[in-house]
């Protein structure tokens, strides 16, 4: 039995929105009074990850990139000893004065805090570039600068989800693939720039009607449409799909066994 997307099938509510507004502000100030010496709640910062791209549901992590001084990028580049170790580490600190009883740990690029309540936010340190990308700490290999674009990222999906593209088709069909991953896959990895990617790319010129238009597609058609996609094209996905907006070259090959679940279950 198919699961097919709905029209606003996912929608996350206005009390968990409102406290995820409440944290944002409390970690941006937190981080601007180490960082900048303001206690800003709202500069310095965006939402990224599905959060920002207008993607997430519920049950989705909250990321946030916060844009830190380029003296700070410079200090922790001249260590030569993981320096991306230690701005992690230096980001944790500040984020423990005002969360000092939750679970804060750095992970790899980012430092997460676990809510008692079960929501997670990851807070990843960047320094702006003069293009309007974005370099970020990579605590691997000894440690490194990587870099990532997620304003274009957020445009692209934007523009094609507006009325006159896919009329809010996008991003319900991305959110719909995150409910049936959390749901019935969630032990399977699938990362949620790899659903928005390849929902971008997959679902060509599929769109909502709006009240008043008819089509000739049956219920069905345009999941079977996503699947086939994937089906025709898997053989290049895990080393060529691209980040819509900044074309960024994915990692998507620990990803794609959970898609192909997730698709065959809203189609079949």
């Known amino acids: ?13 206005q009390d968990t929105r409102s406290l995820i507004s409440k944290r944002y502000k409390t970690v941006t100030s937190a981080v601007n009074q180490m960082f900048w010496g303001t206690s800003s ?17 519920d049950t989705s992590d909250v990321d946030i990139l916060i844009d830190l001084p380029q003296t700070e990028y410079e200090r922790y580049d001249a260590q030569t000893s993981n320096g991306q170790s230690r701005l992690l580490q230096a980001l944790k600190s500040a984020l423990l004065t005002p969360y000092p009883r939750s679970n804060i740990r750095a992970d790899g690029q980012v430092v997460k805090i676990d809510f008692s309540d079960g929501m997670m936010f990851e807070v990843l340190p960047g320094f702006r570039n ?6 970020y700490p990579d605590t691997n290999m000894g440690g490194n600068w ?6 274009a990222e ?3 999906m934007r523009d094609k989800n507006s009325n006159s ?4 088709l996008l991003f319900d069909t991305c959110m719909h693939f995150r409910r049936v991953h959390n749901d019935y896959y969630s032990s399977y990895k699938l990362s949620g720039i790899v659903i928005d990617s390849f929902v971008y790319t997959a679902m060509a ?11 000739t597609s049956a219920t069905g058609d345009y999941e079977n449409i996503l699947l ?7 053989t290049w996905l895990d080393y060529a799909l691209l980040a819509p907006g900044s074309n960024e070259t994915l990692e998507s090959n620990s990803s794609l066994v959970c898609l192909e679940k997730v698709l065959r279950y809203i189609a079949e």
Do not use: C, F
């Open 41 to 57: 709640e709202t500069s310095n910062s965006l939402y990224v990850g599905s959060y920002g791209r207008g993607t997430a549901i």
């Open 154 to 156: 957020q445009t692209a």
């Open 165 to 168: 593209s896919s009329n809010g």
């Open 228 to 234: 086939n996609y994937y089906l025709q094209n898997k």
């Open 146 to 151: 990587l870099s990532t674009n997620p304003k």
């Open 130 to 135: 003069w293009d309007g990308t974005y370099k």
């Open 1 to 13: 039995m198919s699961y097919p997307v709905k029209k606003h099938g996912e929608v996350i509510s």
């Open 205 to 215: 010129g599929w769109k909502w009607l709006n009240v008043g238009e008819t089509s």
